[in-house]
């Protein structure tokens, strides 16, 4: 047995790969990520903010890998698994964490406006493992299936007694979200990405759900939970869950959706639309399909910033990036603004600005594309914003359970043990800016202001009307 390679990491220190693991992240498609950064161009407002998907995988893997640790220490993992089969799975979710960023494109969430229609980085990350991995993967892996990690990361689920696993990868507090918070949190130079890792991975468990676990749950959920085996916290965890939900909440609304980043990915969105069209007239301005990887993998941040340089002269979202050159933001609705009459007061407000601004996106634009993002962290953020047809089915995983300290036995559902959390899951972020150029800004603002509160007041008295 090779000696294990030892990377250092600036946020969890030393990470341990062993030699299987080092041979993946040799190959050409892993060292791909180096060239994917993790935040698109959120360094045009926070320049530290250049890290990339690479070191984020290794993250993933690593805290996947410490969640394993941790849950193994419970009696119930203890006596449903076997130490070496405990250890397989282990190494199973180990590689699927490492695996499970393969097919994002340049920039990230920032480009996923430019995939083919019905497509998502999540098919080009299992097209990619399939064709590039399955040779390592066997060799140094023997007793784990290519098709155990696909099914690990395209259903979350392997079987009711290992749903837990695909909860690491992809649920309400998995490693994913536990590394790109504090990772996010540290290159941008800001404080809302913090939280107790620590005691996070000190109170997680797993939980056999059970009907009477979750009194406070609908019929048909309970029915859903019952048997299978959850991801869960003890009850000396709450705090700490609470604060990694509103960590993941301050995010968003700090960085993630920040007002000079979102016009920027429409700018880059705009941009990687005319240049894959004359790349290749066949790709219909998206990128290629996940049967044609050769294509999609030589496409990195590399390829598009230089193509970018290029086409300054020639392209207005190239210049507009190049030379840091954005509309400003005149008017922001409040994030949580809520009910029909919320709606229609920012539905009016936005035909009124077309009417007098125009719709042509270089002098006037609105992103009204935040408006259905939810707040509540355990309704799958990433599928609830892309509006696919698993939204409704990831709603049933709608909780987390808290584990009696005092009575191991009895399990709770977190919205009735965490009012701040009980409230939060009851808002949406309703953020719709409106943008101009520089030189009509205080003007414009002005403008909607007064608009919306007239439009305000005037839909109030109609409410009252019906009242």
């Given at each position: 047995?090779?000696?294990?390679?030892?990377?250092?990491?600036?946020?969890?220190?030393?990470?341990?790969?062993?030699?299987?693991?080092?041979?993946?992240?040799?190959?050409?498609?892993?060292?791909?990520?180096?060239?994917?950064?993790?935040?698109?161009?959120?360094?045009?407002?926070?320049?530290?903010?250049?890290?990339?998907?690479?070191?984020h995988s290794l993250g993933v893997m690593h805290l996947a890998g410490r969640v394993m640790d941790s849950l193994y220490k419970r009696r119930l993992v203890k006596n449903q698994f076997t130490e070496s089969e405990y250890a397989r799975l282990r190494q199973l979710v180990r590689l699927a964490s490492l695996l499970h960023d393969l097919g994002?494109?340049?920039?990230?969430?920032?480009?996923?406006?430019?995939?083919?229609?019905?497509?998502?980085?999540?098919?080009?990350t299992i097209a990619i493992i399939r064709r590039d991995f399955t040779p390592i993967i066997a060799k140094y892996f023997p007793d784990i299936k290519v098709e155990e990690i696909v099914t690990l990361l395209s259903k979350g689920y392997l079987g009711t007694d290992r749903v837990f696993l695909g909860k690491i990868i992809d649920g309400e507090?998995?490693?994913?979200?536990?590394?790109?918070?504090?990772?996010?949190?540290?290159?941008?130079?800001?404080?809302?990405?913090?939280?107790?890792?620590?005691?996070?991975?000190?109170?997680?468990?797993?939980?056999?759900?059970?009907?009477?676990?979750?009194?406070?749950?609908?019929?048909?959920?309970?029915?859903?939970?019952?048997?299978?085996?959850?991801?869960?916290?003890?009850?000396?965890?709450?705090?700490?869950?609470?604060?990694?939900?509103?960590?993941?909440?301050?995010?968003?609304?700090?960085?993630?959706?920040?007002?000079?980043?979102?016009?920027?990915?429409?700018?880059?969105?705009?941009?990687?639309?005319?240049?894959?069209?004359?790349?290749?007239?066949?790709?219909?301005?998206?990128?290629?399909?996940?049967?044609?990887?050769?294509?999609?993998?030589?496409?990195?941040?590399?390829?598009?910033?230089?193509?970018?340089?290029?086409?300054?002269?020639?392209?207005?979202?190239?210049?507009?990036?190049?030379?840091?050159?954005?509309?400003?933001?005149?008017?922001?609705?409040?994030?949580?603004?809520?009910?029909?009459?919320?709606?229609?007061?920012?539905?009016?407000?936005?035909?009124?600005?077309?009417?007098?601004?125009?719709?042509?996106?270089?002098?006037?634009?609105?992103?009204?594309?935040?408006?259905?993002?939810?707040?509540?962290?355990?309704?799958?953020?990433?599928?609830?914003?892309?509006?696919?047809?698993?939204?409704?089915?990831?709603?049933?995983?709608?909780?987390?359970?808290?584990?009696?300290?005092?009575?191991?036995?009895?399990?709770?559902?977190?919205?009735?043990?965490?009012?701040?959390?009980?409230?939060?899951?009851?808002?949406?972020?309703?953020?719709?800016?409106?943008?101009?150029?520089?030189?009509?800004?205080?003007?414009?603002?002005?403008?909607?202001?007064?608009?919306?509160?007239?439009?305000?007041?005037?839909?109030?008295?109609?409410?009252?009307?019906?009242?």
């Amino acid at each position: 047995m090779a000696e294990p390679v030892r990377i250092r990491d600036p946020i969890h220190g030393m990470i341990e790969l062993n030699e299987g693991e080092a041979a993946i992240i040799k190959e050409e498609a892993f060292q791909r990520l180096r060239n994917i950064r993790q935040l698109a161009l959120t360094l045009k407002v926070y320049p530290g903010a250049t890290h990339t998907r690479f070191e984020h995988s290794l993250g993933v893997m690593h805290l996947a890998g410490r969640v394993m640790d941790s849950l193994y220490k419970r009696r119930l993992v203890k006596n449903q698994f076997t130490e070496s089969e405990y250890a397989r799975l282990r190494q199973l979710v180990r590689l699927a964490s490492l695996l499970h960023d393969l097919g994002h494109a340049p920039f990230s969430h920032g480009s996923e406006e430019v995939f083919p229609p019905g497509l998502k980085h999540e098919q080009y990350t299992i097209a990619i493992i399939r064709r590039d991995f399955t040779p390592i993967i066997a060799k140094y892996f023997p007793d784990i299936k290519v098709e155990e990690i696909v099914t690990l990361l395209s259903k979350g689920y392997l079987g009711t007694d290992r749903v837990f696993l695909g909860k690491i990868i992809d649920g309400e507090m998995d490693a994913d979200k536990l590394d790109y918070l504090l990772r996010d949190s540290y290159y941008c130079g800001v404080r809302y990405g913090k939280y107790d890792l620590e005691r996070i991975l000190d109170t997680v468990t797993v939980v056999t759900a059970g009907e009477s676990h979750f009194e406070s749950q609908s019929e048909d959920t309970r029915e859903y939970f019952t048997g299978f085996c959850l991801l869960g916290i003890d009850s000396d965890g709450i705090q700490a869950l609470e604060e990694l939900i509103f960590a993941r909440y301050w995010m968003f609304i700090q960085v993630y959706f920040h007002k000079t980043r979102r016009i920027y990915d429409y700018y880059l969105t705009a941009f990687l639309k005319d240049f894959l069209q004359q790349q290749c007239p066949k790709w219909n301005g998206c990128f290629p399909l996940p049967d044609n990887l050769d294509d999609y993998l030589s496409l990195d941040d590399c390829t598009v910033l230089e193509a970018i340089k290029k086409f300054r002269n020639s392209n207005e979202w190239a210049r507009r990036i190049f030379e840091r050159d954005h509309l400003s933001e005149a008017f922001v609705s409040l994030p949580h603004q809520i009910g029909l009459a919320s709606y229609m007061v920012v539905a009016e407000l936005k035909e009124k600005f077309q009417e007098k601004y125009g719709c042509k996106p270089q002098t006037a634009y609105v992103d009204d594309k935040a408006r259905k993002l939810p707040t509540n962290p355990f309704f799958g953020l990433k599928k609830q914003e892309e509006e696919d047809g698993e939204a409704e089915e990831y709603k049933k995983f709608a909780s987390i359970a808290v584990q009696d300290k005092h009575n191991p036995e009895q399990y709770y559902s977190i919205f009735g043990q965490s009012l701040p959390l009980q409230l939060l899951s009851q808002k949406n972020i309703n953020i719709v800016r409106f943008y101009v150029t520089r030189d009509q800004k205080v003007e414009t603002a002005k403008w909607c202001n007064s608009q919306f509160a007239q439009i305000q007041a005037r839909i109030k008295k109609i409410e009252e009307g019906w009242t």
